[in-house]
């Protein structure tokens, strides 16, 4: 996969999986895998630091996943997420944090929100660097929505979106990730755009689809989104493994003779 590739694939009517990914092993393991594309997305501030949104995701916590990534997934298309504020700083701190992605192995940036922006996301194109644009339920934007909702449920709301989706065409933006919005919104700003759509809980009518790994992975088997299908059950696996190693080291079964050295 290359940036060509992906509006190739939507002209062809052929879609783009993609699925988050934040660290050295899994991206081992991805990059073995048929996924299409790597999103080191700033969810990493939830899902492998705890915090309760993605508005403590910095520069250097992105670049420091994307390198890890990049060095477990030579051969996958990476795609590093500008963290909270790092494009409503100016110019410079823009193009640093672009820099410092880019240079942690990124191969583009994707961008959440166009408002107030645009020239910016215009600026890191025409500087050579591949943007993805995100619109929906951008979710640094969590304090002004109120919460991680829907968006675009009203007619101004979907109009906004729509319109947005064009300014991050116009922008130069090769492909947009759009969250959480309702699906016959999605398929009319597919429909719309030359560039392919990448959906997460805007249903089946995109280009192309992402998850967080984890989630799709059931690693929390408590948090099932209506959009979410797990396609392991990790939580239970991986504590069903952790205890029988458990029981193997108390009950002196682990290790045995030939797991040792003479
Ligand atoms: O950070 C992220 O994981 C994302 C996806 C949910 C699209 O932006």
Sequence with gaps: ???????????????????????????????ASDLDTLLVGDSLAMVMHGFDSTV?????????????????APDKFVIGDMPFLSMRKGLQAAMDAVGALMQAGANCVKIEGVAGQADI?????????????????????????????VQGRS?????????????????????????????????QITDSLQIPTIGIGAGAGTDGQVLVLQDMLGMDAGFKPKFLRHYLQGQETVLG???RYH????????????EAYA
């Design 155 to 187: 007619q101004a709301a979907a109009a906004a979106i729509l319109a947005d989706a064009r300014a991050a065409q116009d922008a130069g933006c090769f492909a947009l990730v759009l969250e959480c919005v309702p699906q016959q919104l999605a398929v």
């Design 247 to 258: 029981a193997d080291v108390t009950t002196g079964r682990f290790p045995c003779a030939g």
């Design 56 to 72: 403590h995701a910095t520069v250097d916590m992105m670049a420091m996943h994307t390198a890890a990534v990049r060095r477990g």
């Design 241 to 243: 493994a952790v205890n």
């Design 1 to 31: 996969m290359n940036i060509l590739d992906f509006a190739a694939r939507k002209q062809a009517g052929e879609k783009i999986s993609m699925a988050t990914c934040y660290d050295y092993w899994s991206a081992r393991i991805l990059n």
């Design 121 to 149: 996301m215009a600026h890191i194109v025409q500087s050579g660097v591949p943007v993805m644009g995100h619109l929906g339920l951008t979710p640094q934007s969590v304090e002004a929505f109120g919460g991680h909702k």
